[in-house]
């Protein structure tokens, strides 16, 4: 079956490089509803033979016979999604794929029509490609989301028909069974597609959207500023830690300046004092340290 999927993949990216050679998309649209008509519709029991053919002996031909007689029916969802602002010849191409795998996985014994069963290979694959290149931002990751992004044209048409108000949010989210914080994100983040950096503001374009951006981080001289500041912090803090007492040494590195603080229990244990007594002494360092490094840094202060 994988080898029928692989050839018939092959055969229609060949017929898609074929009609390339035409001038203008619209043209190759016309071009592909015209060729995909003239292949006949079948009956329930021409496909029902086809599918035998297909499932017992991975015939390839019948194969390409059952997904050229459904490729008009994958031009009919894929105009159901035009107004994603999508390429509707890539939708058709997704769908075609959809069609070819749910050729892959039918079985004509559960005696039902093919294309009741493929429309919804069709449609996955339509909108899942509408969903990944919508934004480089991954969005319609929940059911809930998802379920939104394919109803959205509704959902607006909803909100524009008497004005946005709370009602019409709380109406929508018990009509598609979501969350009204659901429909404001979703409706926000659709409100807009992705934006180029480089796209060019201006006739010339000499003037990008990049250039607009403010440079907010610390310039060189500011860098080394900071990182000298910070040297001689540290350097205070170590050598007023070497005037401490031994115990309180030991408080302020396992307290204050440790990643993983120890307890007021755990300290006391080890110095054998009181979990009170702990705190009192941690006070009091803290507060000499303080000092120290306000007198040293900021003198003037």
Known sequence: MYHIRSQLLTKSRFEKSSTSELPVAKDSLAFYLTK?????????????????????????????????SNLRFVVKVAFEYRSYDVKLLDLIQEGNIGLIMAVKKFDPYMGYRFISYAIWWIRAYIQNF?????????????????KIFYKIGKVRKELESEGTNEKKYDHLAKELDVSKKDIIEMEQRMSSR???????????????????????????????????????????????????SEKEAYVIKNRTLADSPLTLREIGDHLKVSRERVRQIESEVLKKLKKEISLKISPKS
Do not use: C, M, Y
């Not at 009956?43 to 017992?56: D, H, S, Y």
């Open 36 to 68: 995909i008509n003239q292949f006949p519709l079948l009956t329930p029991e021409e496909e029902f033979q086809l599918g035998v053919r297909i499932r017992k002996h991975n015939d390839l031909e019948a194969a390409q016979k059952l997904v050229t």
């Open 130 to 146: 509408i969903i990944k290149s919508w934004s480089l931002v991954k969005i319609g990751t929940t059911r809930a989301q998802k």
């Open 194 to 244: 992705d934006l180029s950096l480089d796209a060019s503001l201006d006739e010339d374009q000499e003037l990008t959207h990049l250039d607009l951006l403010q440079e907010d981080s610390p310039n060189q001289e500011e860098t080394l500023a900071q990182r000298e500041e910070k040297r001689i912090r540290e350097q205070v803090i170590n050598d007023a830690i070497d005037r401490l």
